[in-house]
């Protein structure tokens, strides 16, 4: 399994300077970790590593092909949870996304719900929860069988935080080959899951991996909080079962996974080797 990372590593920069980091720091794949349903003002400034859904996917894939590095999965994270709007990332979004990663040969385009913002969206109950996800995935989940890619569904939220809501909407969407998990270990766990459980029911749906660990201080706020983006610490160093998962996932076909964790580089390649002790 190749380990790779998240392309925040250094704050206010262009994707391009975060893809010149990751090759010297000795990656060769990443996350293209953050995606902008048209043009950036940011992004076009040079001052956030986002990549436009607008862009042609080939110039993407040639800038990091320039670094050597492989693109190994698209973010689209949305908020599933809130109402349909033009101005909150949702099915729209993800279906470019689709048509995107096919375009350049990536297989993963990872979504979630988010915790829920709106207060129309904070009075949903569980069912209704479960619902308008499936709503707001029935489509880009059809296209994405169509055109060779998996829709991911990552631990972020009330509904994927749990072992249940997650196979709810999986059930709800008829159990299609095009919608699988990505294991965020971190998410999971903060959000009140057993992720080593959380492997173990969704085996042969995991295709793609986030990598976090976290320190004492987190347990207090376990079942409140859904993701907390970065761990500062290293593979091993914190609470989390990540040995358990290893054990659960290490024979599994996932072709890449990536570190979550921000900090010096040694934390970086000090993560990288604690994985491949632990059979990664």
């Avoid at 979630?112 to 949903?124: E, G, M, N, Q, V």
């Avoid at 890449?256 to 964790?261: H, K, P, Q, R």
Wanted: overall charge negative.
């Amino acid at each position: 399994m190749n380990i790779g990372l998240f392309l925040l590593i250094e704050p206010f920069a262009s994707v391009e300077k975060q893809l010149q980091r990751a090759r010297e720091m000795g990656f060769d794949c990443a996350d293209i970790t953050d995606t902008n349903a048209g043009g950036s003002m940011l992004g076009t400034a040079g001052f956030s590593p986002t990549v436009s859904l607008d862009e042609n996917p080939f110039e993407v894939k040639r800038l990091f092909e320039k670094y050597g590095i492989t693109p190994s999965t698209v973010c689209a994270h949305a908020g599933l949870l809130e109402p349909s709007n033009p101005g909150v990332y949702g099915t729209a979004e993800i279906m470019k996304a689709v048509r995107f990663a096919a375009a350049i040969g990536i297989t993963e385009v990872i979504t979630t719900d988010t915790d829920p913002r709106s207060p129309w969206a904070k009075s949903l109950s569980y069912d209704e929860q479960v619902f308008i996800m499936a709503e707001k995935l029935h489509t880009p989940v059809k296209m994405a069988e169509d055109f060779g890619v998996s829709i991911l569904l990552e631990p972020h939220g009330p509904i994927t935080d749990t072992i249940k809501g997650l196979q709810d909407v999986f059930d709800r969407l008829g159990n299609p080959d095009s919608l699988g998990v990505n294991l965020d270990t971190g998410n999971s766990w903060l959000g009140g899951a057993d992720p080593v459980e959380m492997a173990r029911v969704f085996r042969d749906k995991i295709h793609h991996i986030h990598w976090k660990d976290l320190e004492a201080e987190w347990e207090t706020k376990r079942g409140t909080l859904y993701g907390c983006g970065f761990s500062t610490i290293a593979l091993g160093d914190g609470v989390i079962d990540i040995q358990g998962v290893c054990d659960v996932l290490k024979d599994c076909d996932i072709a890449s996974s990536t570190l979550e964790i921000i900090g010096e580089e040694e934390i970086l390649t000090r993560s990288v080797s604690y994985l491949r002790e632990c059979g990664i």
